[in-house]
């Protein structure tokens, strides 16, 4: 972690990537994967460690983040799960000294670091404990959560996940309008994936 914040994030993938007809962390980004990419824009913005929370074909994104630094694991075993049983899988896995997490969606990787950086800027600037980027009018990911909210993210109601804690917490959050649109751009199903990539690097995914 950065000795000066104690920054780390946990990246949410252990879905089933059932609307996209094929596994969404494994699907190739540039020249890398999707979880590769999610993984490597963390670290460039200041995570000093990236847990990544497994599910489904878990085996194979360990695989295919063998050699990435400041990466270890979590597990979600509840099959089909609400996303809020994943960010307690990946917070409990949080070394204690850790004093905020950046809590990411495996199907937003076109963030780019810039971005990120600047959650962290703001939590250190405003002393905001829960910031959201937000382009437009509307909230993104990831998001950046002060651990002392740390039981609270351990018990949260699976079907509200994240959203029950900043609605409890409203005062605390501050929406940080974004730079990029890609805080906002997910991809759920092939054609949103297909366009993203081409929004992003000029041209569509090879062909699988």
């Known amino acids: ?39 490597a824009a963390l670290r460039a913005a200041g995570a000093g460690e990236v847990v990544v929370v497994l599910g489904h074909r878990g085996e194979e994104v360990r695989a295919a983040l063998a050699h990435a630094p400041g990466v270890r694991f979590a597990v979600n075993e509840a099959e ?14 949080l070394p204690l000294e850790t004093r905020a997490a950046l809590v990411a969606l495996v199907d937003h ?10 959650l962290i800027e703001a939590r250190r600037r405003t002393g905001a404990r829960l910031v959201v980027p937000e382009w437009r009018g509307r909230g993104g990911h990831p998001v950046l959560v002060d651990l002392a909210y740390r039981e609270e993210l351990l018990s949260l ?5 994240l959203r029950a804690l900043f609605d409890a917490h409203r005062a605390e959050v501050l929406r940080l309008p974004a730079r990029s649109p890609y805080v906002t751009r997910d991809m759920d199903t092939r054609d949103e994936y297909v366009a993203l990539h081409t929004d992003v690097f000029g041209h569509p ?4």
């Open 1 to 39: 972690m950065t000795a000066a914040e104690n920054i780390a994030a946990v990246l949410l993938a252990a879905g089933r990537s059932r609307r996209m007809g094929a596994f969404k962390p494994l699907l190739p980004f540039g020249g890398v994967t999707v979880v590769e990419a999610c993984v």
């Open 80 to 93: 089909g799960s609400e996303m809020g049983v994943s960010v307690a899988r990946g917070v409990g896995a």
């Open 109 to 118: 990787p076109a963030v780019p670091p810039d971005e990120i950086r600047r």
């Open 157 to 161: 109601a699976p079907a509200k996940g």
């Open 205 to 208: 995914p090879p062909a699988r």
